[in-house]
């Protein structure tokens, strides 16, 4: 043990005891938990599915995504503060009553659909200024607190299939996507959506809606999609349901589930050219779910998942819009289009698609223009022959 204590202090040695430190130290920093896998050097963490109950050890304080979705945690409160550099977070699917406590500041994806969360107060989402999407779908709320100057940078809210009755009132002003579908909405609220003018996607559909007051939709400015359908319109009561019926003719936005009429898109008005929406929400699968498969892409199930329309016999589960020609179709799967061809599908990121403008050319003359061709090649073959000829007769 003296020898070893001398080793280490003779100067000789420092340079190799400090690299060896450093090795060490290095080696410790990028541990991954044993039920996890990690990438992206150890910064990327997916503990999905594996039955905790507890928060993994060792995970290092530098990481940027973690996911502890499909498992039985049940409470996280104060664990997860310390990871000041996570900028996704997946706790979907677990046993949770609550938004964790004290969820680091830096967070930008926060998902925690599938839980058994009754509530959102408003110091839950207090200082998270960062925050860009947030998914509290397929819970039990029934109310939501939300202040509106801390949470300035929200851009997709997702609600859907909860408990609510009214739309929530003072959400943040730079929201551009909020799913509130299959609830128990009766009413919304005046004033409720004044200040969203970002706002360009709402889903409303599958609910309890049977009329809106007048005006309700009229400040937002931005609104590009709007879903209605399954909703039990009384389209008996005239008096109730006739402002509604015509802000649907004058507004540019596309309303698909139109209350009381037979086809399923209406809206659209004054448009100057023809343009398809992408409507696919929020909701996504758990972010690691194809980690230990990478090969393999696990679909998506979007919460505008296929409805069927009480008041317009809309199907957005399989429904088709053509846009260039009958060659070349979207295809609305549960709210995510798709270009549909004989043979294959493939995913569009862009909301337009462009058909390149070939011309035709005749048969006869593609054939005239070959047979020159062969003709000219003929004739060139033949002079050759009688050149080499004369040469050699020289």
Same mark, same amino acid.
């Given at each position: 043990?003296?020898?070893?204590?001398?080793?280490?202090?003779?100067?000789?040695?420092?340079?190799?005891?400090?690299?060896?430190?450093?090795?060490?130290? &290095?080696?410790?920093? /990028?541990?991954?938990?044993?039920?996890?896998?990690?990438?992206?050097?150890?910064?990327?963490?997916?503990?999905?599915?594996?039955?905790?109950?507890?928060? !993994?050890?060792?995970?290092?304080?530098?990481?940027?995504?973690?996911?502890?979705?499909?498992?039985?945690?049940?409470?996280?409160?104060?664990?997860?503060?310390?990871?000041?550099?996570?900028?996704?977070?997946?706790?979907?699917?677990?046993?949770?009553?609550?938004?964790?406590?004290?969820?680091?500041?830096?967070?930008?994806?926060?998902?925690?659909?599938?839980?058994?969360?009754?509530?959102?107060?408003?110091?839950?989402?207090?200082?998270?200024?960062?925050?860009?999407?947030?998914?509290?779908?397929?819970?039990?709320?029934?109310? &939501?607190?939300?202040?509106?100057?801390? #949470?300035?940078?929200?851009?997709?809210?997702?609600?859907?299939?909860?408990?609510?009755?009214?739309?929530?009132?003072?959400?943040?002003?730079?929201?551009?996507? &909020?799913?509130?579908?299959?609830?128990?909405?009766?009413?919304?609220? !005046?004033?409720?959506?004044?200040?969203?003018?970002?706002?360009?996607?709402?889903?409303?559909?599958?609910?309890?809606?049977?009329?809106?007051?007048?005006? &309700?939709?009229?400040? #937002?400015?931005?609104?590009?999609?709007?879903?209605?359908?399954?909703?039990?319109?009384?389209?008996?009561?005239?008096?109730?349901?006739?402002?509604?019926?015509?802000?649907?003719?004058?507004?540019?936005?596309?309303?698909?589930?139109?209350?009381?009429?037979?086809?399923?898109?209406?809206?659209?008005?004054?448009?100057?050219?023809?343009?398809?929406?992408?409507?696919?929400?929020?909701?996504? !699968?758990?972010?690691?779910?194809? /980690?230990?498969?990478?090969?393999?892409?696990?679909?998506?199930?979007?919460?505008?998942?296929?409805?069927?329309?009480?008041?317009?016999?809309?199907?957005?589960?399989?429904?088709?819009?053509?846009?260039?020609?009958?060659?070349?179709?979207?295809?609305?799967?549960?709210?995510?289009?798709?270009?549909?061809?004989?043979?294959?599908?493939?995913?569009?990121?862009?909301?337009?698609?462009?058909?390149?403008?070939?011309?035709?050319?005749?048969?006869?003359?593609?054939?005239?223009?070959?047979?020159?061709?062969?003709?000219?090649?003929?004739?060139?073959?033949?002079?050759?022959?009688?050149?080499?000829?004369?040469?050699?007769?020289?």
């Amino acid at each position: 043990m003296e020898r070893i204590r001398t080793a280490l202090t003779t100067p000789g040695s420092m340079p190799t005891n400090l690299l060896l430190l450093l090795l060490f130290g &290095v080696r410790v920093l /990028a541990i991954c938990p044993p039920m996890c896998t990690c990438s992206r050097g150890h910064r990327a963490v997916d503990c999905s599915g594996r039955g905790l109950t507890i928060l !993994p050890d060792s995970l290092q304080h530098n990481i940027h995504f973690l996911n502890l979705s499909h498992n039985r945690l049940q409470d996280l409160d104060g664990l997860l503060n310390h990871f000041d550099h996570l900028r996704t977070l997946d706790i979907s699917y677990n046993h949770l009553h609550h938004l964790p406590v004290g969820l680091p500041r830096a967070l930008w994806d926060v998902r925690a659909s599938g839980n058994y969360i009754r509530q959102l107060e408003k110091n839950d989402t207090a200082y998270h200024w960062n925050l860009q999407n947030l998914d509290l779908s397929r819970n039990l709320l029934e109310r &939501v607190v939300l202040i509106n100057n801390t #949470l300035s940078n929200l851009q997709a809210l997702n609600l859907s299939h909860n408990k609510f009755w009214t739309v929530p009132t003072n959400m943040p002003h730079n929201l551009e996507m &909020v799913d509130l579908s299959h609830n128990y909405l009766l009413q919304i609220l !005046p004033g409720s959506l004044d200040r969203l003018p970002r706002l360009s996607r709402f889903y409303l559909h599958a609910n309890r809606f049977n009329s809106l007051s007048d005006g &309700v939709f009229s400040q #937002l400015d931005g609104l590009q999609l709007l879903t209605l359908g399954d909703n039990p319109w009384a389209c008996e009561d005239e008096e109730n349901i006739n402002h509604l019926l015509t802000w649907m003719q004058q507004t540019p936005a596309k309303i698909m589930g139109c209350p009381c009429y037979t086809r399923p898109t209406c809206g659209e008005a004054h448009l100057a050219t023809r343009r398809t929406w992408h409507s696919a929400a929020f909701t996504e !699968p758990p972010l690691g779910a194809d /980690a230990r498969h990478p090969g393999q892409r696990a679909p998506m199930h979007a919460v505008t998942s296929g409805y069927l329309s009480k008041s317009a016999q809309l199907n957005v589960g399989h429904s088709a819009v053509n846009t260039s020609g009958p060659s070349e179709q979207i295809l609305i799967m549960g709210g995510e289009f798709l270009t549909s061809t004989p043979h294959s599908l493939s995913t569009q990121s862009s909301t337009t698609i462009r058909t390149r403008s070939t011309k035709k050319v005749l048969p006869g003359r593609a054939r005239s223009t070959s047979h020159q061709i062969h003709t000219c090649s003929f004739e060139n073959t033949i002079l050759s022959l009688l050149c080499t000829v004369v040469i050699f007769g020289a």
